[in-house]
């Protein structure tokens, strides 16, 4: 049974940072885009961050200079690094993965989903 299961959410004042992990199992991810997508309440799914097998990145405007992806493929873990955070970043963050070599903006692209985890930002 494949699994996508996110850890590191959590409160912070502005100008903070958190870092997020998200580990996979049942099978290797190493070939898939592994991404982060976040939604705050009323607004739609967006993505934060992608990362392909070989290590290039798609980062969201929003969080450019910021936020960076990194993954671990030998451990099936991507993990995201985000600081000097803002309210604006409050949202809940899910981990997705896309059998693709390919990163995608598209949400409904993506095969594999964690269950979410609650970043507030606010002082």
């Known amino acids: 049974q494949v699994q996508l299961a996110e850890s590191g959410g959590g409160s912070v004042q502005p100008g903070g940072s958190l870092r997020l992990s998200c580990t996979a199992s049942?099978?290797?991810?190493?070939?898939?885009?592994m991404a982060w997508f976040r939604q705050a309440p009323g607004k739609a799914r967006e993505l934060v961050a992608a990362?392909?097998?070989?290590?290039?990145?798609t980062d969201a405007d929003s969080v450019k200079g910021r936020f960076t992806i990194s993954r671990d493929n030998a451990k099936n873990t991507v993990f995201l690094q985000m600081n000097s955070l803002k309210p604006e970043d409050t949202a809940v963050y899910y981990c997705?993965?896309?059998?693709?070599?390919?990163?995608?903006?598209?949400?409904?692209?993506?095969?594999?989903w964690g269950q979410g985890t609650q970043v507030t930002v606010s002082s």
């Open positions: 990362i392909v097998s070989g290590g290039t990145t």
């Open positions: 997705a993965s896309r059998d693709s070599a390919y990163a995608s903006y598209n949400y409904a692209s993506y095969n594999y």
């Open positions: 049942g099978r290797s991810f190493s070939t898939n885009v």
